[in-house]
């Protein structure tokens, strides 16, 4: 039985609140230094997981083996979010897990480019083409506690807040209090 993993990963179109167009599209080489300065950024390494001293060569294995390899083992996807010029603005990450119908997501947006509703409207096309199209059953967001701007963001796809889980996720060495919200099937109606 043929799946969405048979054919290459697809290329995603958003629009904002604001009317200005988005691409959720594979990561390419160009979007390399944008990456970099992105998981560079003293914001984005607080609130994620990106590693330390993120480097050239960490964005470069992002671009050729961390993005694509999610799509090749049919684990999910993980875009690059492009403005109309086609620039990059962010990443996503949808990655199913051991319960095939429910998969997590995690984001991080450039910080020349927050506040411009770029991710609310590339998180819910993530999302509803993992429901529509991956047959999802469940799409899951964390954030530690305090982290509003991704609350924010979960908030305005449409993700419906469930609560905290305390210890909930891993973060540097350490277990912190996350928020948790979801976007399922009957949300999409």
Not at 134 to 158: C, P, T
Not at 164 to 178: K, L, S
Request: negative net charge; hydrophobic residues 40%; aromatic residues 8%.
């Amino acid at each position: 039985m043929a799946t969405p993993y048979d054919s290459p990963q697809p290329v995603l179109n958003a629009t904002t609140s604001h009317g200005e167009h988005l691409t959720l599209r594979p990561a390419e080489a160009r979007d390399a230094d944008a990456i970099q300065k992105a998981c560079s950024d003293p914001e984005t390494v607080r609130w994620t997981t990106v590693p330390l001293g993120y480097d050239a060569e960490m964005a470069a294995g992002f671009v050729t083996e961390y993005a694509p390899g999610w799509w090749q083992r049919r684990q999910g996807a993980c875009w690059v979010v492009a403005d109309a010029e086609g620039s990059y603005v962010g990443q996503l990450d949808l990655r199913v897990g051991k319960d095939p119908e429910v998969a997590d997501v995690g984001f991080i947006t450039a910080p020349y480019a927050r506040g411009r509703g770029y991710m609310p409207a590339a998180l819910r096309a993530a999302a509803e083409y993992g429901l529509r199209e991956l047959g999802l059953a469940r799409v899951e967001w964390k954030a530690h506690v305090g982290n509003d701007g991704s609350r924010r963001v979960a908030e305005k796809a449409g993700f419906v807040f469930e609560g905290v889980q305390r210890g909930g996720c891993a973060h540097r060495g350490e277990r912190r209090d996350c928020w948790i919200a979801a976007l399922i099937q009957e949300d999409l109606a």
